[in-house]
């Protein structure tokens, strides 16, 4: 399909949302199937220039169509063309699309469990990281259960590699060299996380952000190295420092009706999906950030700056007021069970 054949905007008014479909909320939940006559949309704001995320979402949508016999086959709208970033969630939500896929950072705000992924220093091991969120594990099963009011499901995701800070005019070496400085961010704990620091969050979509640092509009952004190569921001920055500064996940979701209204074939289907998302998208995102991502970068001069021993300690105490932000939107009863189940898997 071409999915580009039909502008956002036309599309929406037709569909009878225009532009109030961003106030949108779980009480206008479409039915859970789909309109007569058309296939299950999918929707996300990736365009295929993210070459470590979109082949996931590929993945996805070709195990779903396989594991239910062709029962479920997906019209795919990738790069915006029918719900922009922040209109995914909305859009859900209203019947406009039925599974979109949506970095965690956009919709932890709306779903702050969702954040427990995202806090900086969480845990040193990518790879502890990346097992907790494995469907089937405590932490997927915490976020579906905290989900399931709100009238949405999680399929399964790909956890990023860890975020790092990148810059134009400066290096950072310790917390104190943030102070003053014009971040980019995407989400609440990316903000806190730049507060924390001492400079000032700059929220604004990936697309705008090379403009932005050409201009000076911005000094620099928080970021895993997808965005960076994908953005092309490496011929633009001249610094990033390494570290856990933050993570995020990139999930397949649905409304709970949609999906509970599927036959056992297509809910199958889509668990499997899930499956495949989290375990073969996560594994295609790793070896492209490892073999061609990583060295993208430093072939295009970025330096790299990797704090060690103390000077990690002390961005870890700096950034202790991220964690006790996000534990009081959440309560201590979940935070503690959030937490739990991502440094033990």
């Not at 980019?184 to 990936?206: C, D, F, N, Q, Y």
């Amino acid at each position: 399909m071409n999915t580009r054949a039909i502008g956002r905007r036309g599309f929406l008014s037709a569909a009878g949302l225009g532009l109030g479909l961003a106030a949108a909320g779980a009480s206008g939940c479409a039915p859970a199937s789909a309109k007569a006559g058309r296939k299950p949309r999918i929707a996300t704001y990736l365009p295929p220039s993210y070459g470590d995320l979109y082949p996931g979402i590929e993945m996805f949508t070709e195990a779903a169509a396989e594991r239910s016999g062709g029962r479920l086959t997906l019209d795919m709208y990738d790069s915006g063309a029918l719900l922009g970033a922040e209109q995914l969630l909305p859009g859900l939500l209203s019947g406009v699309a039925d599974v979109i896929f949506q970095t965690s950072s956009y919709v932890s705000s709306t779903y702050p469990v969702l954040g427990a992924m995202e806090l900086p220093f969480v845990t040193d091991d990518y790879a502890r990281l990346r097992r907790a969120i494995e469907p089937g594990r405590a932490q997927y099963d915490l976020i579906n259960e905290k989900l399931a009011p709100q009238g949405v499901r999680i399929l399964g995701g790909m956890p990023t590699t860890f975020e790092y800070l990148w810059t134009v005019d400066k290096p950072i070496r310790r917390p104190e060299d943030v102070r003053g400085l014009r971040l980019r961010v995407a989400g609440e704990i990316e903000g806190e996380t730049v507060k924390a620091l001492g400079g000032a969050p700059v929220t604004m979509g990936s697309a705008e952000v090379y403009q932005a640092l050409e201009k000076h509009t911005i000094d620099g952004l928080v970021s895993y190295v997808g965005t960076v190569v994908s953005r092309d921001l490496q011929k633009i920055v001249k610094y990033g420092t390494a570290g856990h500064f933050g993570a995020y996940t990139v999930d397949a979701y649905c409304r709970s009706d949609w999906y509970a209204g599927q036959p056992p074939a297509v809910r199958r289907a889509l668990d499997a999906a899930g499956r495949t998302l989290y375990r073969k998208g996560t594994a295609h995102m790793v070896t492209v950030h490892t073999k061609d991502y990583l060295p993208k970068v430093e072939d295009a001069g970025v330096r790299l700056i990797t704090p060690d021993g103390a000077e990690l300690d002390a961005f870890r105490k700096a950034l202790a007021p991220v964690h006790a932000h996000w534990r009081r939107r959440v309560g201590a009863r979940t935070a503690d069970r959030a937490v739990e189940s991502i440094r033990t898997a």
